[in-house]
């Protein structure tokens, strides 16, 4: 059963960048999708951008929330089993705890239900 660990979050000023990582364990990360989710204390969790890497010609496919799309980017990182979020643009309206999470089933990567596995998440806090 793979395990996720997030890590990266902090405190930003408006228009900066952070990079989140997804580290995992007891798995590999290539095999599953992985998705970006995020939440505000009495909000849903909600879809931030997800990657599934059995794309056509072995091209990953990605997918953002319109909110963020443009600002972030998902995309393996240098270290191994891990998956990154690049916030670029940041602004107070992304303060959230962010949460990674990995499925199997080929169901919407939107949709929260889909991932069977999730990091305990990390505070993003961005100020004016």
């Known amino acids: 059963q793979v395990q996720l660990v997030e890590s990266g979050g902090g405190l930003v000023q408006a228009g900066g960048s952070l990079t989140l990582s997804c580290e995992a364990s007891?798995?590999?990360?290539?095999?599953?999708?992985i998705g970006w989710f995020r939440q505000v204390l009495g909000k849903e969790r909600e879809f931030v951008a997800a990657?599934?890497?059995?794309?056509?010609?072995?091209?990953?496919?990605?997918y953002y929330a319109r909110s963020v799309k443009g600002r972030f980017t998902i995309d393996r990182a240098n270290a191994k089993n891990t998956v990154s979020l690049q916030m670029n643009a940041l602004s107070p309206e992304d303060t959230a705890v962010y949460y990674c999470a990995a499925a199997t089933s080929r169901d919407s990567l939107y949709d929260k239900g889909t991932y069977a596995y999730w990091g305990q998440g990390t505070q993003v806090t961005v100020y004016s």
């Open positions: 007891g798995g590999t990360l290539s095999t599953y999708r």
């Open positions: 990657v599934d890497w059995s794309g056509p010609i072995g091209v990953p496919i990605t």
